[in-house]
């Protein structure tokens, strides 16, 4: 099985920030790889889908790269609405997400 | 817009089955594939199983975890997915989440889980 690592697990930052959070695959995936941001006593919403593409109504400050075995989400300037967990998923398998607080 | 509404939540002891519902609306039911995926109290996303739309042989996958103790199934005139739990565990607690599977290509490594319910919580505890 794939496993998927993110990392940091925790992330501290300021309003205004660019942040950037890593997720690496054991092996290669291609540009499978999914992003979602979770609030508390939220569902799950998905950000970014084959790596790179913005689903629609996601606020353009959200991107993705990568392919292979190493992804990134850059948020270009962190808003107070972004503190939340952040989880990568391909197929069957997340990532042990990683949480954005305040600095 | 899409809806998925989960019911069918709560306790149960060790060893006890439950069956969760989720209503779906606002899309073509029939032909989506769908999963669930659940969140222990403080831990991360883990999915449990999928199942395929009938056009596509409505099959089923499942998680290691609950393989053989869960199954999925589905009913398009009632555009409602289940999940039947049996031989629950403490472990299973969690909050259950249904959702959409989408797929790129038509591949299931492709998949993205596109639209979430609200979640229902199952608590095993004795």
């Known amino acids: 099985d794939i496993q998927m690592t993110q990392s940091p697990s925790t992330l501290s930052a300021s309003v205004g920030d660019r942040v950037t959070i890593t997720c690496r695959a054991s092996q290669s995936i291609s540009s499978w790889l999914a992003w979602y941001q979770q609030k508390p006593g939220k569902a799950p919403k998905l950000l970014i889908y084959?790596?790179?593409s913005l689903e629609s109504g996601v606020p353009s400050r959200f991107s993705g790269s990568g392919s292979g075995t190493e992804f990134t989400l850059t948020i270009s300037s962190l808003q107070p609405d972004d503190f939340a967990t952040y989880y990568c998923q391909h197929h069957g398998t997340f990532g042990q997400g990683t949480k954005v607080e305040i600095k | 817009e899409v809806q998925l509404v989960e019911s069918g939540g709560g306790l149960v002891k060790p060893g006890g089955s439950l069956r969760l519902s989720c209503a779906a609306s606002g899309f073509t039911f029939s032909n989506a594939w769908m999963s669930w995926v659940r969140q222990a109290p403080g831990k991360g996303l883990e999915w449990v199983g999928r199942i395929k739309s009938k056009t596509d042989g409505g099959t089923t996958d499942y998680a290691a975890p609950v393989k053989g103790r869960f199954t999925i199934s589905r009913d398009d005139s009632k555009n409602t997915l289940y999940l039947q739990m049996n031989s629950l565990k403490t472990e299973d607690t969690a909050v259950y989440y249904c959702?959409?599977?989408?797929?790129?290509?038509?591949?299931?490594?492709?998949?993205?889980?596109?639209?979430w319910g609200q979640g229902t919580l199952v608590t095993v505890s004795s």
């Open positions: 959702t959409t599977v989408t797929l790129s290509d038509g591949i299931w490594s492709s998949s993205r889980f596109q639209h």
């Open positions: 084959k790596a790179s």
